[in-house]
């Protein structure tokens, strides 16, 4: 390939091969490629389409379902280079960003003209912007403020497909409405780098918050916890944020980060209200659902601490042994049995799970963590991984909330959609991507004929 400055040493490459997903296949690239333009991206997916190489575009590699693990004979295509704030229009309350920009990067500076970027994934200290749009995060403050999404009014692509490979289109818009022709920005959003490679997103923007208060409430099982949830859904509540904590996850974040959190209840709930009368609302429907105690704190010291272990959590437990990571999304009115169900299958699987979740849009964060060199816990991890899917299925659920397909969740998702709609996927990919070069194998499996 004609290139400059190709990555080849077997070190390098193989650090920039994998995500974050534990046991998710790996292949062996030829080279990687670090873009800094859209130009650079274009000329790598002209010589790519010329030669028959697949890319695989990636960024920070936090990813957790093998959605940026690379094929054998790719070009891993490297975009954290491409972190450049392009600009910040305060008139129009929207950012222009390059793929590669951090989340929380891109928070800090909008946060400098008084105004905020909510999807807030867990990884936002390192998760890049392109990887976020890639896979529509969520996060933290989704429940009320929604998700990647939401906030992506429109995008620049290197595609090819009905365009000569290589080409840069836009997709999308700068105004706050527009309903002009398909909505093909929304179909690249969550397409994992299957339809072409995003190489500039314009984003939505909202004023900067009001303080929010902490409401804090200890439960003496993952059960009740989930009894909360659902009791705060009846009741109407929408809080900023509404997270699951189990006490494995305080206890591993606490031995590892010493912050003073006591874990000395099975499951807590975090709250963050924007109004008092929030507040007491979510208190009251906290005790009434069984919970041994709870606070309010309007003490941000406090309650960031609090929020802190919850971001936390998969650092922490990744140090104790390989962990397999869950991603499943239930209605909110099964989070209880689905609770129990996670539970059930742990125990009968000899599978220790800790559990995390958004617990406020039932987006449930399962960790089967496991020894390090025990295949037979291996297997039974994956085991348990599997038959958590197949739960969440059959109470209505879906089998990714915001981690992506990627790898580990094809055949799940073959099951939620049916062959139908997998179909209609299938022809979406051959129609945008007809050679097939654009983050082959991964979320949709293409026939073997074609």
């Known amino acids: 390939m004609d290139l400059p400055g190709l990555l080849t040493d077997p070190a390098t490459l193989a650090g920039l091969s994998h995500d974050e997903a534990e046991w998710a296949p790996t292949g062996t690239p030829i ?11 274009q000329r790598a997916v002209e010589e790519c ?5 697949p890319i695989v575009p990636r960024g920070a590699g936090t990813g957790l379902s093998g959605g940026a693990n690379a094929v054998d004979g790719c070009l891993v295509l490297d975009l954290s280079r ?46 890049t912007i392109g990887g976020n749009v890639a896979t529509n995060a969520g996060g933290l403050c989704c429940l009320k403020y929604g998700v990647t999404r939401d906030y992506v009014l429109g995008l620049e692509v290197v595609m090819g497909g009905p365009v000569e490979y290589g080409t840069a289109v836009r997709l999308g818009r700068r105004t706050t409405k527009g309903v002009a022709g398909y909505d093909l920005t929304s179909l690249m959003v969550g397409s994992e780098g299957t339809l072409g490679v995003i190489t500039e997103i314009t984003l ?19 059960v009740t916890a989930g009894h909360a949830v659902a009791l705060c859904t009846r009741r109407g509540l929408q809080p900023a944020a509404l997270e699951l904590i189990d006490r ?32 007491e609302g979510l208190a009251a429907a906290f005790t009434d659902a069984g919970a041994a105690w709870t606070e309010q704190s309007t003490d941000s010291a ?29 209605p909110r009115s099964k989070i209880p049995v689905m609770l129990a169900r996670i539970e059930e299958i742990g125990a009968r699987h000899g599978v220790k799970i800790a559990t995390i979740a958004h617990a406020g849009d039932g987006n449930l964060h399962p960790l089967l963590i496991t020894p390090p060199g025990d295949d037979q816990a291996r297997e039974a991890a994956q085991a348990a991984f599997e038959e958590i899917i ?4 059959e109470v209505g659920g879906t089998v990714t909330g915001e981690h992506g397909v990627g790898l580990l969740k094809r055949d799940g ?11 209609v996927q299938q022809a979406v990919k051959q129609a945008l991507d007809p050679l097939g070069l654009f983050n082959p194998t991964k979320v949709v499996r293409l026939p073997a004929h074609a």
């Open 31 to 41: 080279a990687a490629y670090r873009p800094q333009s859209t130009a650079d991206v």
């Open 49 to 53: 389409a010329k030669h028959g190489i």
């Open 82 to 127: 491409m972190n450049r704030v392009v600009e910040i229009d305060t008139d129009n309350l929207l950012a222009v960003v390059q793929p590669g920009v951090v989340n929380d990067d891109l928070k800090k500076a909008v946060a400098a003209h008084e105004l905020w970027y909510p999807p807030d994934p867990a990884s936002s200290p390192w998760s």
């Open 204 to 222: 939505r923007l909202r004023p900067a918050p009001n303080a929010q208060s902490t409401v804090v409430g200890a439960f003496p099982d993952l």
């Open 248 to 279: 494995a996850c305080l206890q591993a974040v606490e031995d590892w980060k010493h912050l003073g959190i006591e874990p000395d209840t099975e499951a807590m709930l975090l709250a963050r209200a924007e109004t008092q009368a929030d507040a």
């Open 302 to 330: 406090e309650a960031e601490a609090l929020f802190a272990a919850r971001r936390l959590t998969y650092p922490a437990l990744e140090r104790l042994g390989p962990l397999l990571t869950e991603d499943v999304c239930v």
């Open 390 to 393: 197949t739960a969440a299925l």
């Open 413 to 423: 998702m073959e099951r939620e959609l049916g062959p139908e709609v997998s179909a």
